[in-house]
């Protein structure tokens, strides 16, 4: 048997959909001929300029229920938050007290329903390792509908060992021989699993796509209407990147058509170049627009999957064992299909439309009173932090979120007129501790410190 029958034969006995696994016999074609998604800053170009969501005018009520008839909201939700030491969904992590992201998802599409009279769509694409976790959590939201309606489920694909190129082999813990195929997984999922036949036979035409964890992407009426009237099958979500954001993957240009570089695509002697961020000035937000009847279009002439550009990953087979066999991951980008399309477009959004946690200092801001969560389940940064969330940096006495628990067991302290806050040692916070301008905290000492309440600035050493 052939290595690429051998990977068809565990893919088919895993229960992987077809086009998932034809996505993956691409990407492993790819691999064998060496070939790399590379893309060096001599074949791109810088977006100079886009369309600014700000532009946007408000549709009248009558349209706004109209399209979100014909609008459904997906969130990718198979992320466990393993570096933050968790062990579920991080989508199950709380915002307020008792309240989950999840929870304020729900709210949202709730209030979609009530105050436009439309039925908008709702979808989770889990992982396996999501899966039994949301489905629970689904049953304190009986009104969104039944968890099978909901539930989208991510594929895997096999870990290649990289001295064979043949699948990788964990006997003793064979769950380690699977990867996530990343986000990419999304239109095999869509197509192998008939939601989006199911969709379009529902008069649905408009998929909104987004992170579970980023509580900033709501649909936006405004942006939905400029989506449909722009006639484009695909639209990625940009903002202006800051210091922060120049290792994430950036807006470019290659023969006049848009399309996403990450980091992982750049050559070593570009990395500059990549991280300059008044040069490549458009950063993706990873919230997604897809016109559905041209994306079924597309999926039916390519075998129900999209030729995204293929991150090859090299990691071992248990990511724990540093010394254990040498693999390759294959994984793909779902913001990369923006070059799958020749009129895909891309439209700059406010700052405020991206806020993800991948970190415990990004659920620290969240928990703060630098955001606010509105009745409808929105949330968005307050007014006085100008669009631009404060900088925060923890040390490693706060890497885990159990760690920042117990650092805010008295509550959150007060970020809205802070710029930035650096936390050195243990430090307890509480409701009454207020950060203004750029703040210093050190507690040199083993044991964990109190700050009382109070405004603090500068440098503040316990």
Request: aromatic share 6%.
């Amino acid at each position: 048997m052939s290595a690429i029958e051998s990977f068809r034969q565990k893919m088919e006995a895993a229960g992987v959909n077809e086009p998932a696994i034809k996505a993956f016999e691409r990407a492993y074609a790819q691999l064998v001929a060496k070939q790399t998604a590379f893309l060096s800053e001599q074949v791109i170009a810088p977006v100079e300029s886009l369309p600014s969501a700000d532009d946007l005018p408000e549709p009248g009520a009558g349209r706004i229920a109209s399209l979100l008839a014909q609008a459904a909201i997906l969130k990718l939700n198979g992320g466990l938050g393993t570096s933050m030491g968790l062990e579920k969904a991080k989508s199950l992590l709380e915002v307020r007290p008792g309240v989950t992201f999840l929870d304020l998802t729900a709210q949202q599409i709730l209030h979609f329903r009530a105050t436009s009279g439309a039925n908008v769509r709702f979808l989770l694409m889990n992982s396996f390792s999501t899966s039994d976790d949301t489905r629970a959590f689904l049953a304190r939201h009986p009104e969104l509908g039944s968890a099978d309606s909901i539930e989208l489920l991510q594929n895997k694909t096999p870990k290649i060992a990289i001295s064979t190129l043949t699948p990788a082999s964990s006997p003793t813990s064979p769950d380690n021989e699977w990867c996530p195929p990343g986000h990419g997984d999304l239109y095999p999922v869509l197509a192998g699993s008939g939601a989006l036949d199911r969709l379009l036979a529902a008069g649905v035409k408009y998929l909104f796509v987004s992170n579970s964890d980023n509580l900033g992407a709501t649909l936006d009426p405004r942006l939905l209407e400029w989506f449909a009237q722009s006639g484009a099958p695909f639209a990625m979500e940009v903002t202006a990147r800051t210091p922060s954001d120049r290792k994430g993957g950036h807006l470019a240009l290659r023969e006049g058509k848009l399309l996403l570089r990450e980091s992982a695509q750049c050559p070593d002697e570009d990395l500059d170049a990549f991280q300059d961020i008044t040069k490549h000035r458009f950063f993706n937000t990873n919230n997604l627009w897809l016109r559905l009847d041209r994306l079924a279009e597309v999926l039916a002439t390519s075998g129900g999957f999209l030729p995204l550009p293929v991150i090859q990953n090299k990691k071992t087979v248990d990511p724990r064992d540093k010394k254990s066999t040498p693999v390759y991951q294959l994984e793909s980008a779902m913001g990369a299909a923006i070059e799958c399309f020749d009129d895909a477009a891309a439209i700059a959004v406010p700052r405020s439309r991206f806020a993800p946690v991948k970190t415990t200092a990004d659920l620290l801001t969240l928990r703060s009173d630098a955001y606010e969560v509105r009745e409808d389940g929105t949330v968005c940064l307050v007014a006085s932090c100008g669009g631009v969330p404060p900088r925060v940096e923890l040390d490693d006495h706060y890497k885990l979120v159990d760690q920042l628990d117990a650092a805010l067991a008295a509550g959150a302290p007060s970020l809205k007129n802070c710029r930035s806050l650096k936390v050195s040692g243990l430090v307890a916070f509480g409701s009454g501790v207020v950060f203004e301008g750029d703040v210093t905290v050190e507690n040199p000492s083993p044991g964990r410190k109190t700050m009382e309440p109070g405004i603090y600035r500068g440098l503040i050493r316990l």
